[in-house]
Structure formats: structure tokens, C-alpha cells
């Protein structure tokens, strides 16, 4: 019944810019915190950012704080991460994550950054 859709990964060069989407269904959206992790190849999930439901608070790790945003349409069920100033080290397979009581997770969307 739950489900976080990703959408928007794709190409993009260094210093581009990609915007990711994740919209949820089968669950009161304006309940849960949300967030992005990602996965680089051959390296752990990591955390890079999140939304806090009961305030709107956001969240960054170190590594794109400055260069990524994170937002909320209560109104579309979905959650956006713009990614500017792309870098090598930001290719990874970005998943979206929900999280209250019960944690669910997306698919995954990969972004691909080259030079």
C-alpha cells in the first residue's frame, strides 16, 4: 500500500545541477520526516539530508550542505532534493526515506556525474 516513488536522476556533468523527486502514497505525508540517502558505488548508504514534519527543520550532511536543498509539497505528497554544483563524488543511487512510526524506503534513482 506504501509507496516513495524517486524520479530526476540521470547525466550531468561537474557544476550541473539535477532535481529529485519522491512522492509518496498510502500514508499521511505530513506525518512523516523525510529524507534522502544515497549510495555511492561500492560504498555504504549515507545520509544526505532530511525534512522534519512537526517544524519543517532541515538537515544536511557536511558533504553538500550550501550546494543541496531539500523541500516539502504537502499539497503533491512529495519531497524534492535540488542538487547544485554537482561533483564526482556525488554520484551515487539516491533513495528516498520516510520515517514515523514505521520507516519505508523508494527504489533508488541513480545520478551519474562526469567531467
Known amino acids: 500500500q506504501v509507496q516513495l516513488v524517486e524520479s530526476g536522476g540521470g547525466l550531468v556533468q561537474t557544476g550541473g545541477s539535477l532535481r529529485l523527486s519522491c512522492t509518496a502514497s498510502?500514508?499521511?505525508?505530513?506525518?512523516?520526516?523525510m529524507a534522502w540517502f544515497r549510495q555511492p558505488p561500492g560504498k555504504d548508504r549515507e545520509f544526505v539530508a532530511s525534512h522534519i514534519h512537526k517544524d519543517g527543520s532541515t538537515y544536511y550532511a557536511d558533504s553538500v550542505k550550501g550546494r543541496f536543498t531539500i523541500s516539502r509539497d504537502i499539497a503533491k505528497n512529495t519531497v524534492y532534493l535540488q542538487m547544485n554544483n554537482l561533483k564526482l563524488e556525488d554520484a551515487a543511487v539516491y533513495y528516498c526515506?520516510?520515517?514515523?512510526?514505521?520507516?519505508?524506503w523508494g527504489q533508488g534513482t541513480q545520478v551519474t556525474v562526469s567531467s
Open positions: 526515506n520516510a520515517i514515523s512510526t514505521y520507516e519505508y
Open positions: 498510502g500514508l499521511t505525508f505530513n506525518q512523516y520526516t
